[in-house]
């Protein structure tokens, strides 16, 4: 008997109307306002199928309409864009030196936003801290607005409690992550559905979603925090991997500043000018304290910013070895006149490096900052939910 080949399964009426619903509100997200006869022209769906799916959307309150746009040939043409309270999100990232919790609305814009910081996390502690920072927040809402939060999106790094020694924790303090799942723990006080994401490929989300990114079809997203991370943009989507992990960049080989072999993590993250502040006698705290002002640790900055300026150029040139990305972009949890000479001091190093057989990318600044993981958190439910992502590597957790 011949094999059978497996086929996709086609797509009911429901089906491709609740795609193209998605695609519609994508092209408004991402490209803003537009009449229906530009909505047309750039989803290829006929102007009746766009007339019927803005009106339907417009009912949901998902889409506004704009101001009559007059002074062209033909009658006046009506621009449809985001209804920034249609749709509330939470983004939690729950990270090795602090949890940041926000509630964002349909546009990515913050509404509200709470921080535990702490030296190592203890899960007790950072669910309690979730579950009074959700009630208050959601107390201080209308019941529209509450009705309209469609989930909880949580970052986090993945195998947390393997990282003990990296984040000066005691080696058993962390052994309570290694069976827990965030999802089970928020479900005990909320009913909202969750969505658990890498917290480098989440800051990833946030810049190619809100940040300067989405000027290029494939770029490799470098983040600074605790520790190096990142994330891949491949076809103008977010790509996470078949274990969610793509783009996990710290471990990728480099030079030590003392010429040993070593990981990017090693030299590229703030735990290591952590540690420099320490052996100098300096609290380290000042470099998690909102706002950031790193201005009096200039001498030990200085020195830590080139060292990690030569590791990530060198980590760059490996990953466009790997794949033709036009463009490198940086950001990290550092203040943003950091950042800048940081993606300077990159750009400056790149052209030092034997580059035969590649095209040099484009090395460009992020725009997020420190909010990037939990931004990024809190935009996994509108994307799972109501907007298009070709490149997501796994379903979301119900």
């Given at each position: 008997?011949?094999?059978?080949?497996?086929?996709?399964?086609?797509?009911?009426?429901?089906?491709?109307?609740?795609?193209?619903?998605?695609?519609?509100?994508?092209?408004?997200?991402?490209?803003?306002?537009?009449?229906?006869?530009?909505?047309?022209?750039?989803?290829?769906?006929?102007?009746?199928?766009?007339?019927?799916?803005?009106?339907?959307?417009?009912?949901?309150?998902?889409?506004?309409?704009?101001?009559?746009?007059?002074?062209?040939?033909?009658?006046?043409?009506?621009?449809?864009?985001?209804?920034?309270?249609?749709?509330?999100?939470?983004?939690?990232?729950?990270?090795?030196?602090?949890?940041?919790?926000?509630?964002?609305?349909?546009?990515?814009?913050?509404?509200?936003?709470?921080?535990?910081?702490?030296?190592?996390?203890?899960?007790?502690?950072?669910?309690?801290?979730?579950?009074?920072?959700?009630?208050?927040?959601?107390?201080?809402?209308?019941?529209?607005?509450?009705?309209?939060?469609?989930?909880?999106?949580?970052?986090?790094?993945?195998?947390?409690?393997?990282?003990?020694?990296?984040?000066?924790?005691?080696?058993?303090?962390?052994?309570?992550?290694k069976e827990l799942c965030p999802?089970?723990?928020?479900?005990?006080?909320?009913?909202?559905?969750?969505?658990?994401?890498?917290?480098?490929?989440?800051?990833?989300?946030?810049?190619?979603?809100?940040?300067?990114?989405?000027?290029?079809?494939?770029?490799?997203?470098?983040?600074?925090a605790s520790f190096a991370g990142?994330?891949?943009?491949?076809?103008?989507?977010?790509?996470?991997?078949?274990?969610?992990?793509?783009?996990?960049?710290?471990?990728?080989?480099?030079?030590?500043?003392?010429?040993?072999?070593?990981?990017?993590?090693?030299?590229?993250?703030?735990?290591?000018?952590?540690?420099?502040?320490?052996?100098?006698?300096?609290?380290?705290?000042?470099?998690?304290?909102?706002?950031?002002?790193?201005?009096?640790?200039?001498?030990?900055?200085?020195?830590?910013?080139?060292?990690?300026?030569?590791?990530?150029?060198?980590?760059?040139?490996?990953?466009?070895?790997?794949?033709?990305?036009?463009?490198?972009?940086?950001?990290?949890?550092?203040?943003?006149?950091?950042?800048?000479?940081?993606?300077?001091?990159?750009?400056?190093?790149?052209?030092?490096?034997?580059?035969?057989?590649?095209?040099?990318?484009?090395?460009?600044?992020?725009?997020?900052?420190?909010?990037?993981?939990?931004?990024?958190?809190?935009?996994?439910?509108?994307?799972?939910?109501?907007?298009?992502?070709?490149?997501?590597?796994?379903?979301?957790?119900?």
């Amino acid at each position: 008997m011949p094999e059978t080949r497996p086929y996709t399964s086609g797509a009911n009426q429901s089906e491709v109307r609740a795609h193209n619903e998605r695609l519609m509100l994508s092209v408004l997200h991402q490209d803003g306002a537009m009449p229906g006869s530009e909505m047309a022209r750039r989803t290829g769906l006929s102007s009746q199928t766009v007339s019927v799916i803005l009106r339907k959307l417009e009912q949901d309150g998902l889409i506004l309409r704009g101001e009559s746009q007059k002074g062209r040939v033909g009658k006046p043409s009506v621009p449809m864009g985001i209804n920034s309270e249609g749709l509330f999100s939470y983004g939690i990232k729950i990270g090795r030196r602090s949890t940041d919790l926000m509630l964002i609305d349909f546009s990515g814009g913050i509404r509200a936003e709470r921080r535990l910081r702490y030296r190592y996390p203890q899960p007790d502690e950072v669910f309690g801290f979730i579950e009074t920072s959700l009630r208050d927040i959601g107390s201080d809402l209308t019941a529209d607005q509450r009705d309209r939060i469609c989930g909880i999106g949580v970052a986090t790094p993945f195998d947390l409690w393997r990282w003990h020694a990296q984040a000066g924790a005691p080696k058993t303090s962390l052994q309570a992550w290694k069976e827990l799942c965030p999802v089970t723990e928020i479900a005990r006080f909320s009913p909202l559905r969750c969505f658990v994401i890498n917290d480098a490929t989440a800051a990833c989300r946030a810049e190619h979603m809100f940040g300067a990114s989405r000027a290029w079809r494939d770029s490799i997203y470098f983040f600074i925090a605790s520790f190096a991370g990142g994330g891949v943009v491949l076809n103008n989507s977010v790509y996470e991997g078949s274990m969610g992990n793509a783009g996990a960049l710290g471990p990728l080989p480099t030079r030590r500043p003392d010429g040993s072999d070593g990981r990017l993590l090693d030299t590229a993250s703030i735990r290591e000018l952590e540690r420099r502040l320490v052996e100098v006698n300096i609290d380290p705290i000042v470099l998690w304290t909102q706002p950031q002002d790193w201005s009096r640790l200039e001498e030990h900055v200085a020195q830590w910013l080139e060292d990690t300026a030569v590791a990530l150029a060198r980590a760059a040139l490996a990953t466009c070895a790997v794949i033709d990305f036009q463009a490198v972009v940086i950001d990290g949890a550092m203040p943003p006149s950091l950042r800048a000479r940081l993606v300077d001091r990159v750009r400056a190093e790149l052209p030092t490096l034997d580059v035969r057989g590649l095209i040099r990318p484009v090395v460009a600044e992020g725009e997020i900052g420190a909010h990037a993981s939990a931004l990024g958190a809190a935009a996994k439910p509108l994307i799972a939910q109501y907007l298009m992502d070709t490149h997501a590597g796994f379903a979301p957790a119900s």
